[in-house]
């Protein structure tokens, strides 16, 4: 069963720490993208990755750092966490060989207080 | 840039009804559409995925079509039911590796 894994399900961090948030994925896929979702925002892309320690910018990248080292592993690092960045974060990852079907994570619930 | 929109935003049937959802994209040049189902506060469920050169795929009750000539992809729900109640995304994968996703349509089956 394909899995892609985020490190957890909810978070509570403070204003000005410094966050990771973690992905891995068990399909050997070359992309992988981080997401947040807000009410009325819908998904908007934050960085993705299309191989390893190789980062593209989306559409709302600041705030936020991306690392890809392996192959299966994407971490979004929010460098000092605001309270605007509460939200939904969303990992996602797929190859373009064969079927090319997107999977994601279970979603991560971060909360800054 | 690719943009995607989904119509309705919102949707709210009677159990058994037959319901379509809409998506529609500006660029045709795209490798493939997939639906996700989500339910709150979970992450995404994918539904279906459409080959760019398929004109449909089936899964139990659903049915999605795909027109790239046209910009459209319609999501087929028959008989719907209680259990159907989420938020439903399409997605179009599309050069450069990029995924963009519609706003999604909130459907509510009531019993």
């Given at each position: 069963d394909v899995k892609v894994t985020q ?16 992905c891995v994925q068990d399909m050997d896929h070359e992309n992988m993208f981080w997401y ?12 993705f ?23 299966e592993?994407f ?15 969303l990992c996602a990852s797929f190859s373009l060989t064969g079927a090319a079907e997107a999977f994601f994570g279970q979603g ?6 | ?31 493939n559409?997939q639906w996700f189902r989500q339910?709150?506060?979970k992450g995404l469920t994918s539904l279906l995925l ?39 995304l399409?997605a179009?994968f ?5 995924l ?12």
């Amino acid at each position: 069963d394909v899995k892609v894994t985020q490190s957890s399900r909810y978070l509570v961090k403070r204003t000005g720490e410094k966050v990771f948030l973690e992905c891995v994925q068990d399909m050997d896929h070359e992309n992988m993208f981080w997401y947040r979702q807000d009410p009325g925002l819908g998904l908007r892309l934050i960085y993705f990755s299309y191989d390893v320690k190789m980062k593209e910018k989306g559409d709302i990248p600041e705030g936020y750092s991306v690392s890809r080292e392996k192959k299966e592993r994407f971490s979004l690092i929010l460098e000092s966490a605001s309270t605007n960045q509460t939200s939904m974060y969303l990992c996602a990852s797929f190859s373009l060989t064969g079927a090319a079907e997107a999977f994601f994570g279970q979603g991560t619930r971060l909360t800054v207080v | 840039k690719q943009e995607v929109t989904q119509i309705p935003a919102a949707l709210s049937v009677p159990e058994g009804e037959n319901l379509v959802l809409n998506c529609s994209f500006t660029d045709s040049a795209i490798y493939n559409l997939q639906w996700f189902r989500q339910d709150p506060g979970k992450g995404l469920t994918s539904l279906l995925l459409i080959q760019s050169s398929q004109r449909e795929q089936t899964s139990g009750r659903l049915n999605a079509s795909l027109d790239k000539s046209s910009g459209r992809s319609t999501l087929y729900i028959a008989a719907s039911q209680p259990g159907d109640s989420a938020t439903y995304l399409c997605a179009v994968f599309y050069a450069g590796n990029m995924l963009t996703f519609g706003g999604g349509t909130r459907l509510m089956v009531k019993p």
